[in-house]
């Protein structure tokens, strides 16, 4: 198994062998901000190699079963190397490395999930002998796979996201050409060996590295590709659906999260959940809580509760056991945090803690006296900066909510059974949790938005359901 060592150079991975292409691409330590390791930089004839060798191994046989032992061993593997996934999450992404073995725990979950969903794919009887001039008939269907499926990933949870879309593909019987985020590839790759590893067929998983927009370029114009599975931005999720022609495309893509506290909630409870959970990845999860709308009477109380969770976040090295919140994905993007938050001071905010940045850390940053035009609120921040703003009705609240572009998952914090109805019904997500953040997720839930976070569920049962085509079979008796 490869560890991630200064000064090592990665392949491709296509039909099993690992190929070091001539131009290599960067990738830094996110902390501080050295070359850490190289990456082969796919061309044009690798990605249609990896898609011709793909749509030859969805050709052999692969059983349910044998997907299962495959799903489940690589899991056993994952597992055992959690440290060692750990350790280059914590150098490739900046996350901390108590919450980078957390994902770890979690992709290996993924995976079971995945081998176990693998022996539960089933069709139906459909009652076609109910039809007049049917008697002498009879139906059932099953499920088969897609065929050749690209699954493009996000750099946020690079081990987690790539489960999410590999488990189930795979489980499902299919082939995955697999691109991770150029700034994050080295778990994928080292994922790719795991499952080699773990014994599966040759071919069935290809992972290429290398620049996002060609790579994804060529995989649009391969007709091989029967789905494409993407995770990210929804300014690239809503190219590759206007790319993919009459392809099946699913897509997870950004949020604005917001989360609501009414006057009849645990306030203590919802301070710790939501100072956890607007500052976990730098902020860099798309249901990390952005917008909170708190019931004006608790405003005060519920800040003041807020401010002091959050002060105790550390900032730093997230090699260091301690560290709470590391380095943003790059220094840009931090720039680009500071100078939201800047302009949502110049247009009346005020920045009620953190607010400063350097280099690639920006501090958990709370705002007060927003409006629901600043970029801060509109927008995705993507990065760790949470606004609060008051509200007095529950209906003017909803409304908030659902004034956004996305919908990808909402909190509510309240003990009010009547009020959390109403937001189930009335509040525009793809989930909705009730005491506590915008920001749960359990692998096996369906997860997914609607407007522009995306549409399509992951979550292994949902992914499969979506990476598997319905057959219906008619037997003339
Ligand atoms: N809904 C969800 O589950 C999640 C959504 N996200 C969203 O992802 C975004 C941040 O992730 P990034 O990696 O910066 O997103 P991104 O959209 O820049 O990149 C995502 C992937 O797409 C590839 N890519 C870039 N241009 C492409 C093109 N023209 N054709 C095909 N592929 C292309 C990249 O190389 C990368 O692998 C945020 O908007 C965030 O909300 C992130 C994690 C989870
Ligand atoms: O959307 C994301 O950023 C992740 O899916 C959230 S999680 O899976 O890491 O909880």
């Known amino acids: 198994m490869t560890t991630l060592t200064t000064g090592k150079q990665y392949g491709l991975f296509i039909n099993g062998k690992w190929e070091q292409t001539a131009e290599m691409m960067e990738v830094l330590n996110k902390y501080n901000q050295e070359v850490t390791a ?80 693998a022996k539960r794919i089933h069709g139906e009887g459909i009652p076609v ?20 499926i690209a699954a493009i990933t996000p750099f946020n949870v690079p081990v987690n996201l790539v489960c999410h879309k590999i488990g189930p593909a795979l489980a499902a019987g299919n082939s995955v050409v697999l691109k991770p985020a150029e700034v994050t590839p080295i778990c994928a790759l080292m994922l790719a060996e795991l499952m ?30 029967n789905m494409f599975t993407f995770t990210g931005s929804p300014r690239v999720g809503e190219y590759i659906r206007s790319k993919a022609g009459l392809r099946k495309v699913a897509l997870e893509l950004g949020n604005n999260s917001a989360t609501i506290v009414h006057n009849d909630a645990n306030l203590e409870q919802a301070a710790s959940l939501i100072a956890q959970k607007s500052f976990n990845n730098a902020g860099q999860v798309c249901i990390s809580v952005q917008r909170v709308y708190v019931q004006e009477d608790i405003f005060a109380s519920f800040i003041a509760l807020l401010k002091q969770k959050t002060e105790k976040l550390v900032v730093g090295d997230p090699s260091d056991e301690s560290t709470d919140i590391g380095p943003m994905i790059r220094i ?13 001071v110049e247009q009346g905010a005020t920045i009620a803690l953190g ?4 280099g690639a850390l920006y501090e958990p940053t709370i705002l007060t006296h927003v409006n629901d035009d600043m970029k801060v609120c509109r927008q995705e921040v993507f990065g760790p900066v949470v606004s609060v703003a008051t509200y007095k009705e529950k209906d003017e609240v909803i409304a908030k909510v ?20 109403k937001a189930s019904r009335e ?13 749960y997720r359990v692998d096996h839930m369906p997860y997914g938005g609607v407007k522009n976070s995306g549409n399509g569920k992951e979550g292994p049962k949902y992914a499969i359901e979506e990476m598997t085509e319905e057959r219906i079979i008619v037997l003339n008796l």
């Open 38 to 117: 190289h990456i082969s930089v796919a061309e044009k004839e690798h990605v249609d190699a990896a898609v011709q060798g793909a749509k030859e191994a969805v050709k052999a046989p692969f059983s349910p079963y044998a997907r299962y032992e495959v799903l489940m061993k690589a899991a056993q593997l994952l597992v055992e190397r959690c440290e060692e996934f750990a350790q280059v999450l914590a150098l490739e992404v900046g996350k901390p490395i108590r919450e980078s073995r957390g994902e770890i725990e979690r992709a290996a979950q993924t995976l079971v999930i995945s081998a176990e969903e």
């Open 129 to 148: 002998e109910a039809a007049p001039g049917s008697e002498n008939r009879m139906a059932f269907t099953v499920r088969v796979p897609v065929g050749v």
């Open 196 to 225: 080699e590893e773990a014994g599966l067929p040759k071919g069935r998983l290809q992972v290429l590295t290398g620049g996002g927009a060609e790579i994804g370029e060529w995989l649009l114009e391969n007709k091989d590709v």
């Open 332 to 344: 840009g993007e931090a720039e680009r945090v500071e100078s939201w938050v800047n302009e949502a």
């Open 355 to 358: 607010g400063k940045r350097n």
């Open 402 to 421: 659902n004034d956004s572009d996305y919908g990808l998952q909402a909190g509510l914090f309240t003990n009010d059974l009547q009020f959390a109805m």
């Open 427 to 439: 509040i525009e997500v793809g989930g909705l949790i009730v005491n506590d953040a915008s920001a």
